[in-house]
């Protein structure tokens, strides 16, 4: 069973940095690319990064370009999510999930199996 589990999410001033991680198991971890999403109040979930198999190519929604890095180490089965200069309008919870096909790594909900609980991070002004 695949199981993904997020951790250190919390509150932060605007301009803080932050840094996301994400405990995977129960599957091949180094075959799936993995992503971050994010879904805040009242708001559709939503893209936020991704990361293919290797760590060799990396995919970021417009809005955190330059501010977010998404990073994996297949040794421990972990994928990261450094979040810096933060803005109010980040403040959401925040999703890890794995590619349902091996080799690649989606920009959509739908490429996405397997979900973890979310952590929250909260922006203040």
């Known amino acids: 069973q695949v199981q993904l589990v997020e951790s250190g999410g919390g509150l932060v001033q605007a301009g803080g940095s932050l840094r996301l991680s994400c405990a995977a198991s129960?599957?091949?971890?180094?075959?799936?690319?993995m992503g971050w999403f994010r879904q805040a109040p009242g708001k559709e979930r939503e893209f936020v990064a991704a990361?293919?198999?290797?760590?060799?190519?990396?995919d970021y929604a417009d809005s955190v370009k330059g501010r977010f890095t998404i990073s994996r180490d297949n040794a421990k089965n972990m994928v990261y999510l450094q979040i810096n200069s933060l803005k109010p309008e980040d403040t959401a919870v925040y999703y890890c999930a794995t590619d349902r096909s091996t080799w690649r790594s989606g920009v959509t909900r739908r490429d996405y199996d397997y979900w973890g609980q979310g952590t929250q991070v909260t922006v203040s002004a």
């Open positions: 129960g599957r091949t971890f180094s075959r799936y690319g």
């Open positions: 990361i293919n198999w290797s760590g060799g190519r990396t």
